[in-house]
């Protein structure tokens, strides 16, 4: 039986999902939507390692910072690389929800997204990471899982959806069905090595030395995985290798194609794996429906283009790809009861009041 004190706490609370990613964490607040979403970067000084900035304000200072200044990202390939820095910077962001709010709350029940294949030691590392952030309560989802949620698809059904989460770390490919992931894959490439693609790129063929940020941002321009009508050019800004000097270049969106094949295809080939795996009648309803993209990456040109014509199958962009797990993750909250099944299984033990 639920104690008065509980059913208070969960009356005023803010249940909260989170989507902790390589690339950005973003906030779900139940029955308020997305309230923050900004990079999973932060700033520290490098003598004190006190925290100078995270998020957004952190981000702008990557590849600009002084010497006694740097400016990392606590999380690779979807896990925790750095405990403390994360713990840091996910109680700025719990608290800077909180501080949106007119009246003073009590601290939130939050789930928080992870990697499909993590190991033990990685899903204690974000619980205790969520619970020292100020959690009153917290429940780990995998991504994929997660993000099928957010999709809108019908994960609790006796029926096959495929979801294909392309993050910044990872790429996670999951076929669920009753509540459960009956098939999963996880590869580590996704936006960060496709980044890493159009550098090595640029610097073979032009002898262009470029930075992150300028490779995210032709990725977005210009970037595709299928031939587009018509073809698109972006300016590549770096130094030249051989002069020293800073230098301009246009280049093709047939050049950036070849750039990310290699990454493309590692994706295309681990979802087209995880189809040989399923069960049959699973295969039945995933042709009559269709596989769903979300993540960033699945905002990349001609990726549903391209995954349709290697799959023979229906592959559409899930609405607004880049808030799915986060909404998933709060989505759980908000369906407890029919959705407890979905978290991962160092949490269904639990129980929520």
């Known amino acids: ?73 606590p999380l690779r ?37 992870i990697p499909s294949g993590v190991t033990e030691v990685e899903k204690r ?34 029926r096959g959806s495929m979801i294909v989460d392309i993050g910044g770390g990872t790429t996670e490919v999951a076929v669920t069905s ?15 090595e496709m980044n890493e693609d159009i550098i090595a790129y640029a610097r073979q063929k032009y002898n262009l030395l470029i930075g992150e940020q300028m490779a995210e941002r032709v990725k977005i321009e210009a970037g595709s995985a299928y031939p587009l009508d018509p073809e698109l050019t972006v300016e590549l800004r770096g130094r030249n290798l051989i002069s020293g ?40 309803d995933l042709m009559e429906h269709g596989i769903a993209l979300a993540g960033g990456g699945a905002l990349l040109k001609g990726l549903a283009e391209r995954l349709t014509s290697e799959t023979r199958m229906k592959v559409y962009v899930a609405d607004d790809p880049l808030s799915c797990v986060a909404r998933g993750s709060g989505m759980v909250l908000e369906n407890f009861a029919l959705l407890q099944k979905t978290l991962a299984s160092m949490q269904r033990g639990s129980t929520l009041h």
Do not use: C
């Not at 990471?129 to 959690?135: D, E, F, K, L, R």
């Not at 750039?259 to 295309?268: D, E, G, H, K, T």
């Not at 080939?269 to 295969?283: A, F, G, N, W």
């Open 1 to 73: 039986m639920v104690s008065p004190l509980n059913w208070l706490l969960g009356l005023f609370s803010l249940d909260i999902g989170i989507d902790l990613g390589t690339a950005n964490t973003l906030v779900y607040v139940r029955n308020r939507g997305i309230m923050i979403n900004e990079p999973s970067v932060v700033a520290i000084d490098r003598k004190s390692k006190s925290v100078l900035a995270i998020g957004s304000e952190a981000k702008e200072m990557v590849g600009r910072t002084p010497g006694n200044i740097v400016a990392i990202r």
């Open 77 to 113: 390939d979807g896990v925790i690389s750095d405990f403390d820095v994360t713990e840091k910077m996910l109680d700025y962001f719990i608290r800077k929800v909180h501080e949106r709010m007119v009246l003073r709350v009590p601290r939130p029940r939050v789930v928080v997204g």
């Open 125 to 158: 590392a974000v619980y205790d990471a969520t619970i020292s952030a100020g959690a009153r309560e917290a429940f780990l989802i995998e991504e994929p899982m997660a993000a099928a949620i957010g999709a809108a698809l019908p994960v609790a059904e006796a």
């Open 245 to 284: 000097l800073p230098e301009a270049v246009e280049i093709s969106s047939v050049e950036l194609r070849e750039a990310l094949r290699n990454s493309v295809s590692i994706i295309v080939d681990t979802i087209k794996q995880s189809i040989d795996q399923t069960p049959p009648e699973l295969i039945a």
């Open 178 to 192: 009753l509540g459960g992931i009956v098939v999963a894959a996880s590869v580590r490439v996704a936006g960060d």
